[in-house]
């Protein structure tokens, strides 16, 4: 099993930068995609960055591009998410997850762990 353990969010203004953490333990040999997912009340979980473990290469979903930045450190087994510009429709629980090599990497669905979820809360 691989645990996800995210950090950082909170409140913050409109205009504002964040940066939310998540680290892994476990199995982390497992590990070939780590992404970031978000949910807003009443609304289904959305997909928004994902990041290679070993290459890199980075996915965004429409509603991060060009604001939001993925990043990771291989040394610490942690991924990263950087957040600028922050508007209210941002807020929502951010979720880390891992994914094992299948799939799709945008589909919830696909992703095997799930950490418990940090409250990023964007006031206008």
């Known amino acids: 099993q691989v645990q996800l353990v995210e950090s950082g969010g909170g409140l913050v203004q409109a205009g504002d930068s964040s940066k939310l953490s998540c680290t892994a333990s476990?199995?982390?040999?497992?590990?070939?995609?780590m992404g970031w997912f978000r949910q807003a009340p009443g609304k289904e979980r959305e997909f928004v960055a994902a990041?290679?473990?070993?290459?890199?290469?980075?996915h965004y979903g429409d509603s991060a591009k060009g604001r939001f930045t993925i990043s990771k450190d291989n040394t610490r087994n942690a991924v990263y998410l950087q957040m600028n510009s922050l508007k209210p429709e941002d807020t929502a629980v951010y979720y880390c997850?891992?994914?094992?090599?299948?799939?799709?990497?945008?589909?919830?669905?696909?992703?095997?762990?799930w950490g418990q979820g940090t409250q990023v809360t964007v006031s206008s």
């Open positions: 990041i290679s473990w070993s290459g890199g290469d980075t």
């Open positions: 476990g199995r982390t040999f497992s590990i070939y995609v």
């Open positions: 997850a891992s994914n094992r090599g299948r799939g799709n990497v945008r589909r919830r669905t696909d992703y095997d762990y």
